[in-house]
Each structure stands twice: as C-alpha cells, then as structure tokens.
C-alpha cells in the first residue's frame, strides 16, 4: 500500500521512517548509523553494494541508486559549493551593475540629443523618431533573449548582449561623422547606431528575469528583483548626473565612446562571478538547509526532489512502502508508486529541477522529469488572461516610461525653460526616487506575502498604486502655467510610485510561469517595446503641433487608469504554467 504525503523537508531512506524490506532493520541502515555508511565518499559504494533482489522494493532502491549513482559521477554533490555561494554577490548585484551600464548607454541620448539637434537642426518630429530606433531593435530581441536564457542560462546570453550593446555604442560617432554627413547618410547611420545598441540591450531584462527565477529563492524574489531594477533605475541617475559633465568637458561625442568601454570591464566582471547553471534543484532547494537534489550530506542516504502542496512552493517526493499484510506489493505496488512520483518528478522541474538531455541521469525519476514536462510557446502564453494582464501593464507602463526616459530633458529645457545642465540636474531626482522605491517596493512585497497576505492580493494593490498615483501627478503636469516646483515634485512622485509596479507586473512573471520566466518577459516586454516606440514617437508629433506637453501627460493618465482596471480583473499570483 502506498501513503501519499507531502514534507517540508528532504525525504531520507530510513528504515524508522519508511517500510522496506527487512534488510533496511539491520544496523547500518538504522538513523545513527547513516554517517559512515553515507558520506560523500563512500556514497558510490554504497550504491553498488547494496541492491535488494526478488522484491518490487528493490526496483525502487535501484532507481534511487542510479539518482545517486548518476549524481557523483557527474559531480551534482556539490554541497559545499551551494553552501558557499552567495546569490546576492554572484547574480543580483553584476546585474543591477549591468543594467545600470545598459541605461546608461541609452540614456546619453536623451542628453546629447538638445547640442545635437542644434547642430543639425532637427525638429522635435525627427527626434522622437531618432530617440525610438532604440527601440526598434530591443523589441526584436526580448523574446529570442529569454528563450535562449530559459534554454542556455542566463550567463552566457547576458555576456553576449554586454558586449553587443557596448561595441554598439560605439557607432553614434561614426555615424555623425564628417565623411557620414557629407554622404548624406546621417539619419540612416544615426537610426541603425541606436537599433544596435537595443539589440545588445533587449536581452537584458529578459535575462535578468531569467537569473531571479533560477538563482533567488520565491521568498526573496521580490527583494532581488527589486535591487536589481535599482541598478537599472541608477543607471537614468548616473547618466543625468555624468553626461551634462563629459558633454560640456569634451563634447557630445565622449558619451558614448566613454559608456561603451565601460562595458569591457563589466563584461570581464560578469564572466568572474555570474555562476554558469543554477543551483541544483532550483533555488527553494537550494536554500534548504540540508538540500542537496540527487545527492547526499553525511546524515542523508537520498533526496529526490518532488513537487509540494506547501504554502512555500517546496517539497519532496515521499516513498513509502509496505510489507504488511494486506498492503499492495509486487509490481503493482511499484507501478503506483511511480505512476505517482513520475507525475510529481515533472511538476518539480516547475521550481528548478529540470534534468538536462545530456545529463547522465538514469532513474526513472530524471526520466519521468525530462520527458513528461509539456513546452509551452508563444501560443500556450498567450491563452492566459494572467498573460494578457502582464502584456497591458506592461505596455501602459513602458509607453509611460520611454516618454519619461527621453523627454524629460527636453520638458524641463523647452517647456521649463533650463539651461542643459539644470535640465539633466532635475530629470535626475525623479530616478533617484524611483531606484529607491525599486529596493522598497521588493521588500514590502515579500514582508506582505511572509505575513499571510496571498500573492494575488499584494500584486494587484502594488501595481493598482503604481499606476493610480502617477496618474493623479501627470493630470498635475497637464495644468497650464505650472510652477517649476510643483512639475518636479509631479515629475517625481509619478515616477517615484511607478516603481512599485517592479513588485507588481514584473515579480507576477515569475509567478506565473517561474520555468519560462525570461520566455515571458521577452514576450510581455515585446509588447511593451512597440508601446515605447508609438509613445517616443509620438509625443514628437504632439509636441511640435501643440507645443506643448499637456496632451502626451492627459493620454497617459488615462492609459494608467484603464491599465488598472483590467489588471485586477485578471491578474493572479497562482502558477499557470508548468
């Protein structure tokens, strides 16, 4: 007979826990002797000397044996290893470091762009439409970059957009030069220089995405999330803040050859200490104290990892079998029970644990998690409302966004009337707001969710205040004859209390869909991107037939309240796909 149960903790072999065999009474097997008998060691041999004949039992034991076996030959019982890996130190912070580059490289346009349109006399039209190519090649790589980080790991795809991107940099020189202009070229150049620089950069977020889900605990997820996006947001402060600076010292054109070799550093420190895979078994696991998936510590013959029921989104696969009379044996006992651990084995891979092809795994465990896992594309993701209430914050939040990134120099300097230096100045506090609330808003969620409040709850009210807030400051904004004062406070607190929203839409992907984290957001973000490019392009247009801003600040408010609405319609915190 087989008893189903769901533990917090690993399951071990113990004959005082589990019904085996006899032979599992003999000393060795007993809890107090396991030490010597399990040592990392000794644990191969173990594997070979022991396996039970003429029972169902012992199919099961060498099953858990191949799992073991499969594990120290290939070197899976790293415990000592997890246990010294720091995630904060070797994930979150070299790429809150990297997403502070990455704004960085993009925000120096949005500085650059005032001495630059001068010169060549650009109106406010081609601006916007200069500002947006950005765009046009970071949508083209969210979803292939968190495809191939879901696929291949999110080291070796963020390497490469590190490098991309910053070579990318690069170009706004060449293609502004005197040779380019003379040919006449100067828009064609200008446009594909940026569409590179967003290819590098359209990985990145998607990556990140990818890095939390396999790296960072759920409990701590919010946190992580937020701390990284703190880099992301100070890479808009340091930009502001450094730009003005080098542009006035050395001219426009040290920007960018400046932030692009920059990224030759950061590239040589993300190669250093970005671990290559993620922690064995996923990260609850690996948080456990005594998780070590496939393998074992000196007090554990076996953990195999296994879906939960538990409010922690971690547990194990429980065996138990029994010799009792009246109990199920013989093979049909062992078919039930693998019918019900294969299920359970597949649901696992959800949180981590997803045995790769090549992997020398031979249980029918590994087999059972490989193999019964479905794939879920473009067309699975979008058959959810979940999905469609990320995809519509997403794209009311990167048009609102993108407008702020690359016009707010230009609405302090046209619409304000400061100088360059002033105008980058006060564009800076509303970042500097808005990387604090990031790390806040992070902690509040998880603090929320570990008191009991449900994942649901805390997504939707973080993300209804992130949006319902910035909308009462743009209506602000929208009033004519404002005083500088009072549009930098609207300014800030509209881009202060959007960051709540990286705890809201952002922290709801991995929710949702934790195994295809970087697939989602590159498919979300997608969208998000073709919002940004109509809203920078756009409020060009607008600009420059209204001369003014009130209408781009009037649209947005009300895409804010509208996103709202339908986010608490059809968000949930719950998985939706496995």
């Not at 044996?65 to 019982?77: D, K, Q, W």
């Not at 439409?129 to 292939?144: C, D, E, H, K, P």
């Not at 010292?249 to 932030?259: A, E, M, P, V």
């Not at 929208?478 to 922290?507: D, E, H, I, N, R």
């Amino acid at each position: 007979m087989m008893q189903s149960s769901h533990l917090s903790s690993p399951c071990k072999y113990h004959a005082s826990t589990y019904h085996l065999p006899k032979i599992f009474s003999l000393p060795i097997f007993q809890s107090g002797s396991l030490t010597k008998f399990t040592s990392i060691q000794n644990v191969k041999k173990s594997c070979v000397a022991f396996s039970p004949k003429g029972h169902a039992a012992g199919d099961l034991w060498r099953g858990v044996r191949g799992h073991i076996c499969a594990a120290t030959s290939s070197g899976v019982l790293q415990s000592q290893e997890m246990k010294a890996a720091n995630p904060f130190l070797n994930v979150v912070l070299p790429t809150a470091i990297t997403l502070l580059l990455c704004n960085m490289d993009r925000i120096c346009l949005s500085v650059a762009i005032l001495p630059i349109s001068k010169e060549f006399a650009w109106p406010a039209s081609l601006q916007g439409v200069i500002q947006s190519a950005f765009l046009w090649g970071y949508m083209a790589t969210q979803f292939i970059g968190g495809s191939l980080a879901d696929k291949y790991g999110g080291k070796l795809v963020m390497a490469g957009g590190i490098a991309w991107f910053s070579l990318a940099s690069l170009l706004m020189p060449l293609a502004l030069s005197e040779p380019v202009v003379a040919a006449g070229y100067t828009i064609p150049a200008v446009l594909f220089a940026r569409c590179m620089v967003g290819l590098g950069e359209g990985v990145a977020l998607p990556t990140m995405n990818n890095l939390m889900a396999t790296h960072i605990p759920k409990a701590a997820r919010s946190r992580a999330l937020g701390l990284s996006f703190s880099g992301f947001h100070c890479g808009n402060l340091l930009g502001l803040i450094l730009s003005p600076i080098l542009l006035l010292q050395f001219g426009w054109r040290s920007l960018f050859l400046i932030f692009g070799f920059l990224g030759a550093p950061l590239l040589a420190l993300w190669m250093a200490t970005v671990p290559a895979t993620a922690p064995i078994g996923g990260p609850d696991k690996a948080a456990a104290p005594s998780s070590v998936i496939a393998g074992a510590t000196e007090s554990t013959v076996a953990e195999v990892p296994a879906a939960s029921t538990s409010s922690s989104g971690q547990g194990y696969i429980s065996f138990r079998w029994s010799t009792t009379k009246g109990s199920g044996s013989g093979e049909a006992g062992f078919r039930s029970v693998f019918a019900t651990t294969a299920t359970a084995a597949a649901e696992a891979a959800v949180d981590g644990f997803k045995p790769s092809s090549s992997s020398s795994f031979s249980s029918p465990l590994a087999a059972a998690a490989s193999v019964a896992l479905p794939e879920v594309g473009v067309k699975e993701l979008l058959s959810s409302t979940a999905t469609w209430a990320i995809i519509i914050v997403n794209i009311v939040n990167h048009w609102g966004y993108f407008i702020y990134l690359n016009w707010m120099p230009t609405y302090f300097n046209a619409a304000m009337g400061f100088d360059l230096r002033s105008s980058s100045f006060l564009s800076f506090l509303p970042w500097l707001v808005m990387a604090a609330g990031s790390s806040a808003a992070g902690l509040l969620a998880d603090t929320l969710i570990s008191k009991g409040h449900s994942v649901t709850t805390v997504r939707k009210s973080l993300q209804t205040v992130a949006f319902l807030i910035p909308a009462v400051a743009l209506l602000v904004l929208a009033q004519p004859g404002l005083s500088p004062g009072v549009a930098v406070a609207a300014m800030t607190v509209a881009l202060g209390t959007t960051s709540l929203g990286q705890a809201g839409f952002v922290a709801n992907m991995s929710d949702i869909a934790p195994r295809h984290a970087g697939k989602m957001f590159g498919l979300c973000n997608t969208f998000g991107s073709l919002s940004g490019i109509i809203g920078v392009t756009a409020v060009g247009f607008i600009v420059e037939a209204t001369k003014s801003f009130s209408t781009v600040f009037l649209m947005t408010a009300g895409m804010y309240i509208a996103a709202t609405i339908a986010w608490n319609l059809m968000c949930t915190g719950e998985k939706v796909f496995v």
